[in-house]
């Protein structure tokens, strides 16, 4: 079975750091590309980052470039986002999705991703 598990959210002051993370189990990701996305209260779901599984090449919103790191341990079956400094605009459900494909066509789009996570909540506030 297909699984996704996100972890590391929390509550964190203006300015701080967190590191999410996500399992993958039932398939391995060497062939997924991964990408994480948020949404807030009354929000659309909004595309984050993405991690190709081709080369590794990366993709970011404009609003946390510079800000965010998406990564990925292939031996570890799982994949990062690390986020400093954290603005309350960053509040949000984050969740990963994974796609079976080098790069996704529109690596910041939702449908095209077919596997989801729970999602883990992320909280800046202080």
């Known amino acids: 079975q297909v699984q996704l598990v996100e972890s590391g959210g929390g509550l964190v002051q203006p300015g701080g750091s967190l590191r999410l993370s996500c399992a993958a189990s039932?398939?391995?990701?060497?062939?997924?590309?991964i990408g994480w996305f948020r949404q807030a209260p009354g929000k659309e779901r909004e595309g984050v980052s993405c991690?190709?599984?081709?080369?590794?090449?990366?993709y970011y919103a404009d609003s946390v470039k510079g800000r965010f790191t998406i990564s990925r341990d292939n031996a570890k079956n799982t994949v990062y986002l690390q986020m400093n400094s954290l603005k309350p605009e960053d509040t949000a459900v984050y969740y990963c999705?994974?796609?079976?494909?080098?790069?996704?066509?529109?690596?910041?789009?939702?449908?095209?991703?077919?596997?989801w996570g729970q999602g883990t909540q992320v909280t800046v506030s202080s």
């Open positions: 999705a994974a796609e079976w494909v080098g790069v996704p066509r529109r690596p910041l789009m939702s449908d095209e991703y077919d596997y």
């Open positions: 039932g398939f391995t990701l060497d062939y997924y590309a």
């Open positions: 991690i190709s599984s081709s080369d590794g090449s990366t």
